[in-house]
Each structure stands twice: as C-alpha cells, then as structure tokens.
C-alpha cells in the first residue's frame, strides 16, 4: 500500500525496478517509459511456443535498431510484415522483396495476374494498378529533368519538363 518502488536484485547488484508508476526497468533504475531495457548490446527475443527454434529478435546498439527475423533460418521463408487495422500493408520476404499493398510477388507479371500493388525486388521495380495512373512523379518548382536512364552507370536519356511541355532526351 505504500508508493515505494520493487526492485530485484542477484549478487547485491539491482537487476530490475519496478517504479511506484507501474513502470519497468531492465539494467537500469531510471524509467522514462513503461519498459526500459539499458545493456551494452540489448536484446528482447521472441520464441514460437511450437518450436523454440522459431524467433524474431529486437537488438540496439551504437543508436541502431536491428530486428532479426528467424535468426537461425529455421523456417528459410520467413516474413516480416506490418499490419494495420488487421490487414497487412507491408512485407519484406525471405529474398529481399519489399512488397506493399500486396503478398504476391508475381503482381501483373508479363500482363497477366490482376493484384495490384508494388514489389522492390533485389533486381527490379514491379507495380500493378487496376485504374488511374500506377506512377505519379511530380518535378517541383523548375524545367528540367523528370527522370534519367543509365546503361553502366552512364546516362543515355531522359523524360524532363520545359515550359508545362514534356521532353525526350
């Protein structure tokens, strides 16, 4: 009943607080959030109860975020997605596609399919839209150059603006 803190310790070093706020903290007894977790390299791992050799990891280190999915390639065809509202909207897959809007890697492949979305391929951009323009790019302020195409790192062409006029370069 009192609004002291909880603290765990081992070997007389404070491991973990709980704050009188509810707060957690994890190698640390400063809470600036619910759950603070302060270590040279932390980690949180998740386990599939199915098979524990099935798990994601969230690492941070020297300011960067790190999350590993299937770090023991347990399953080779993992995913990481992003839901919202109960539908996913983004994937990266097991080879290196980031696909939006869409689970499909094929699209409208060579015309065919009928699933609208975009997929970045470690090769390759592929986008499908069923009406309306599938690419919208917008040069702001000035003429000039929309887009360039290179062959070996060299530039051969281009789309630009001139005077509300488009151009082939």
């Known amino acids: ?17 709980i704050d009188a706020a509810g707060s957690v903290g994890i190698g640390t007894a400063a809470t600036t959030a619910t759950l603070n977790i302060q270590a040279p390299t932390p980690a949180v791992r998740f386990y599939d109860s199915n098979l524990d050799t099935r798990q994601m990891e969230i690492t941070a280190e020297n300011g960067n975020c790190v999350i590993k999915v299937d770090p023991n390639q347990a399953e080779g065809t993992s995913i990481f997605a992003v839901q919202i509202d109960a539908s996913e909207k983004m994937r990266i ?15 409208a492949a060579n015309g065919a399919g009928g699933v609208e979305g975009v997929m970045v391929a470690p090769t390759h951009i592929q986008m499908a839209r069923s009406s309306n323009a599938g690419l919208f790019i917008n040069r702001m302020d000035s003429n000039g150059t929309i887009a360039e195409f290179r062959f070996n790192g060299a530039a051969v062409g281009n789309i630009g603006t001139n005077g509300g006029q488009i151009y082939l370069g």
Request: no cysteine; net charge negative.
């Open 1 to 17: 009943t009192s609004n002291n803190d909880l603290a765990f310790k081992t070997n007389d070093t404070q491991r973990v607080r």
């Open 93 to 107: 897959d097991s080879s290196g596609n980031l696909l939006v809007g869409t689970t499909d890697t094929s699209l």
